[in-house]
């Protein structure tokens, strides 16, 4: 794109402060999305300290009172729930639990679709058509299908949800990352490394796995949000995060009883799914940009 | 093209076969049916009469291939809760769900490829960040807060609309919007970067050097080059049509295809997920092989006997 553009040497320009030079290539926005990731991550880190109260501490005489902005006390600053449970505590806790599934459940799909790619492009035949045909099946079904029929079955767990949500957009990193490796095996330094005696091993994971790094990072940060989202709607649905461990979509499903008495208790949980997948694609974009223009 | 359209028929009834031994293979090795559906304290002689009336107690390959007989003679299983036809029971869903998600792809394509093309055509502009920050903003929103959120200005706020139901065109208007909003976002971004990356490309500087009008060449030149991506993504929505609206449904109680894909999963009714795997997967064939047929159309290489325009 923009070959009209570039090769023009940009107009020079009294450039009117070094902040205005510091914001052009970190945009305000991409600021404010990484540091309300910095801060979910920090709330999923330090979770246990950050909870006023236990996330499933029942008080029933304490029910559903609403939080400081709609008129509530300072003891419990989101409100609480039908159970009388703190709202601010199970939020933090539900960033912990959704974060740690997004985290595992990304590294387990990325693992898989790199592997899968390297192996499709390094051995091609029959165990490319094979690779190929796993993707064709994994792309020809809506994943939440998939994933609602594998729980039907199932039953669920944490780990086993984990799991199955590793399978999420594995096919999408493997296509990318086979047709980048079958490209850079074209190129002269795999092959260079290869020819110096380098196993196999090594030319992929030393050599070429830096090499197109920079797009699968990009990719990642599709497939995280990607996940959030699914484990939020299978959640809100009542199959995802089991009570009574919180999840910010299971809070989202089981607030919707009280749309109209208590609007905190999914208010809070939605903005924050909303503003961590805005943010993570928000900076996905910004990233793409900056390091890899080639891909959509 | 024949090659080419043969090859992808072939593959596409590989897939079809491996979505039904997925559907074989979960069914089985989630346990014993028979101890999921009846309780685990029912008589022996009772679980054993079950296990026979289902075929449990023959070996596994004889229960592959037998499923497949039972398939190919049209014979789905009946619903192990209320004993009615399985495929009956997901057949009778379908008009429901494709009353909301039919509208719903039209107004996705009459809002996001239009604005997709636009915010391409001016790349940068401040429309361009202004659609595509609609677009980041409706494809991050989970359906359900964006399902909610429309509930709370429209049925509880302003009561215009009921919350949910099914019957009138009022009940369905929500779910529609809720679908085409989210379905548009996510339409408009992908035939921005397809058409920013074909107005890129020397064709279409050969196209303005030689001296055709802009309009000839968005028109010629760009939008058919830039439809090929596009396509696919289409396809795949066209395959959901079915499924698509799994949690749509649920918010607005609206009796499709998709809450009784969820009702069934949360009480193990496995013949009728079974028979919504399949039908899902049927329509998504379908949809691949229609796709296919327009790729023949749209690229020239394929159907002059070349590869690769699907690398």
């Known amino acids: 794109m923009n070959t009209l553009s570039t090769g023009l040497p940009a107009p020079f320009r009294q450039s009117r402060s070094r902040l205005a030079a510091f914001f052009k290539s970190w945009p305000p926005l991409v600021l404010m999305s990484l540091g309300w990731l910095l801060l979910m991550l920090v709330t999923a880190v330090c979770a246990q300290w950050l909870m006023p109260y236990e996330f499933s501490q029942i008080d029933l005489r304490a029910r559903l009172q609403p939080p400081v902005l709609f008129g509530g006390t300072w003891a419990h600053a989101l409100g609480t729930d039908e159970l009388g449970r703190d709202v601010l505590s199970r939020v933090v806790s539900a960033i912990q639990i959704s974060l740690l599934i997004a985290f595992a459940s990304t590294a387990i799909s990325t693992l898989l679709g790199v592997v899968l790619g390297m192996l499709a492009a390094h051995f091609r035949g029959w165990i490319e058509n094979v690779v190929l045909v796993l993707i064709d099946f994994q792309a020809s079904m809506p994943f939440m299908i998939i994933a609602l029929a594998v729980l039907a079955f199932f039953g669920n767990s944490l780990p086993l949800f984990i799991c199955l949500m590793g399978f999420y957009g594995w096919e999408r990193t493997a296509r990318i990352s086979r047709s980048l490796t079958i490209a850079s095996n074209e190129q002269g330094y795999a092959a260079a490394a290869h020819d110096l005696g380098a196993s196999a091993s090594r030319v992929y994971g030393r050599h070429v796995l830096p090499n197109i790094a920079s797009t699968i990072i990009v990719n990642i940060t599709v497939t995280f949000p990607g996940v959030v989202l699914l484990e939020s709607g299978l959640s809100f649905l009542g199959l995802g995060v089991q009570p009574p461990m919180a999840s910010l979509g299971n809070m989202v499903g089981y607030g919707r009883e009280y749309l109209q008495s208590a609007p905190w208790l999914l208010l809070c949980p939605s903005a924050v799914i909303v503003m961590t997948t805005f943010s993570i694609s928000l900076v996905g974009d910004w990233l793409r940009d900056r390091l890899d223009p080639s891909i959509s | ?311």
């Open chain 2, 1 to 311: 093209m024949f090659r080419y359209l043969s090859e992808r028929v072939v593959r596409l009834l590989i897939t079809l076969f491996l979505v039904l031994s997925f559907a074989f293979v979960i069914l089985r090795l989630s346990g014993d049916p028979a101890l999921i559906i009846m309780s685990p304290d029912a008589p022996p002689e009772a679980i054993e009469a079950f296990r026979k009336a289902w075929g449990l107690d023959a070996p596994l390959w004889q229960q592959y291939v037998g499923y497949f007989v039972n398939l190919f003679q049209g014979n789905f299983g009946t619903s192990m809760k209320d004993g009615a036809p399985a495929m009956q029971t997901v057949l009778e869903r379908i008009p429901a769900t494709l009353a909301i998600t039919v509208p719903a792809l039209i107004l996705q394509l009459l809002i996001g490829v239009p604005a997709g093309v636009y915010a391409a055509l001016h790349h940068n502009s401040r429309i361009d960040r202004f659609l595509m920050g609609f677009s980041i903003a409706g494809h991050t929103c989970p359906s359900f807060v964006l399902a909610l959120l429309l509930v709370m200005i429209f049925a509880v706020g302003l009561g215009w609309l009921p919350t949910g139901g099914y019957g009138t065109l009022q009940h369905a208007l929500l779910p529609i919007l809720t679908l085409s909003l989210s379905g548009a976002a996510v339409l408009a971004r992908f035939t921005r970067s397809a058409m920013v990356e074909v107005m890129g490309q020397p064709y279409i500087r050969a196209a303005l050097a030689k001296g055709l009008s802009w309009r000839q060449v968005v028109f010629r030149h760009a939008l058919p080059n830039a439809a090929i991506p596009t396509v696919t993504l289409i396809g795949m929505m066209v395959g959901g049509l079915i499924a698509g609206a799994v949690v749509v449904e649920t918010v607005f109680s609206w009796p499709g295809e998709g809450r009784l894909l969820v009702t069934s999963v949360a009480s193990r009714d496995l013949s009728v997920v079974q028979a919504i795997l399949l039908v899902v997967a049927a329509c998504m064939v379908i949809a691949n092989l229609i796709v296919d047929a327009l790729y023949v159309m749209l690229d020239p290489r394929l159907r002059s006997g070349h590869r690769g325009a699907r690398a």
